[in-house]
């Protein structure tokens, strides 16, 4: 598994400060896809030492770490999840992926993400959207797609 970039955000997972990681080599292909450079092999591979190295470098200021992408090695994301956690941070998961794959293991897992982009249906903050975005607490997955919506002050 590659990493192509990284980034603080916080927009990504709700209520977390999340260390965002680019995963290359996506085999979904979506149509519209934000990011079709994730598509390519590019990047570093994402093995203990980096995942440590940047768990050091920036565990002290994030509350979760997201794996955006994985969906070639699924059984990969499952064990730098459990390696995340085992260092006392959340954890995420943007899968393209409709069904999670037979490896997935809710413990392993805060916050999971599924569903392919489908243009017309545009992003989790689109009410409109076919994806989908979970917390699991307690072996429980409770959809929070919406909390990606904009709330509308009145005046």
Same mark, same amino acid.
Request: glycine letters at 10%; hydrophobic letters at 35%.
């Given at each position: 598994?590659?990493?192509?970039?990284?980034d603080?955000?916080f927009?990504?997972?709700?209520?977390e400060?999340?260390?965002? !990681?680019?995963l290359?080599?996506?085999?979904?292909?979506?149509?519209g896809?934000h990011?079709?450079m994730l598509?390519e092999d590019?990047?570093?591979?994402l093995?203990?030492?980096?995942?440590d190295g !940047?768990?050091?470098?920036?565990?002290?200021d994030?509350t979760?770490v997201c794996?955006?992408?994985?969906?070639? *090695?699924?059984? *990969?994301?499952?064990r !730098?999840?459990d390696?995340v956690?085992a260092a006392?941070?959340k954890?995420?998961? @943007?899968s393209?992926?409709? *069904?999670?794959?037979?490896?997935?293991?809710? *413990?392993s897992?805060?916050y999971?993400?599924?569903g392919? @982009?489908?243009?017309s249906?545009g992003p !989790?903050?689109?009410?409109a959207?076919?994806?989908?975005m979970y917390r699991?607490d307690?072996?429980?997955?409770?959809?929070?797609?919406?909390s990606?919506r904009?709330?509308?002050v009145?005046?």
């Amino acid at each position: 598994m590659k990493i192509a970039s990284y980034d603080i955000v916080f927009q990504d997972v709700p209520g977390e400060v999340t260390l965002s !990681l680019n995963l290359s080599q996506c085999p979904n292909r979506c149509p519209g896809c934000h990011s079709p450079m994730l598509q390519e092999d590019i990047g570093l591979l994402l093995d203990d030492d980096m995942l440590d190295g !940047l768990l050091e470098r920036y565990g002290h200021d994030v509350t979760c770490v997201c794996f955006m992408g994985g969906d070639r *090695e699924p059984g *990969e994301v499952m064990r !730098l999840a459990d390696r995340v956690h085992a260092a006392g941070i959340k954890t995420a998961w @943007y899968s393209g992926r409709q *069904e999670l794959p037979d490896c997935f293991r809710k *413990e392993s897992l805060d916050y999971v993400k599924v569903g392919p @982009y489908i243009e017309s249906r545009g992003p !989790l903050p689109n009410p409109a959207t076919n994806q989908r975005m979970y917390r699991i607490d307690n072996g429980d997955m409770i959809d929070i797609t919406a909390s990606f919506r904009k709330k509308r002050v009145g005046l």
